[in-house]
């Protein structure tokens, strides 16, 4: 079992920054990704970075990609969200997630974090 905390969401104006915290606790020795996600009021969840958790490659959806950067504190086992220039269009309920080795999606999730960016 692996799970996941976040923390950092709130309320900003557009053209603000937020960092959001992920941290993973339990069998952290068994995950292979770690991600971020949101979803919006009617909307579908979405992807919006990630990373291999030995690899250290990352991945940005196109329309966070220049603003958001995700890293981490392996030390910590904590994934941060560094949002920057946020929109409003950023609005959302933002999850982080877990992949373990061996597996083709995400099996841990957090119970997300609420970001409000107002105009």
């Known amino acids: 079992q692996v799970q996941l905390v976040e923390s950092g969401g709130g309320l900003v104006q557009a053209g603000g920054s937020l960092r959001l915290s992920c941290a993973a606790s339990?069998?952290?020795?068994?995950?292979?990704?770690m991600g971020w996600f949101r979803q919006a009021p009617g909307k579908e969840r979405e992807f919006v970075a990630g990373f291999s958790w030995t690899g250290g490659n990352t991945y940005y959806a196109d329309s966070v990609k220049g603003r958001f950067t995700i890293s981490r504190d392996s030390a910590k086992n904590t994934v941060y969200l560094q949002m920057n220039s946020l929109k409003p269009e950023d609005t959302a309920a933002y999850y982080c997630?877990?992949?373990?080795?061996?597996?083709?999606?995400?099996?841990?999730w957090g119970q997300g974090t609420q970001v409000t960016v107002s105009s």
């Open positions: 339990g069998r952290t020795f068994t995950i292979y990704a």
């Open positions: 997630a877990a992949r373990l080795s061996g597996t083709a999606s995400y099996n841990y």
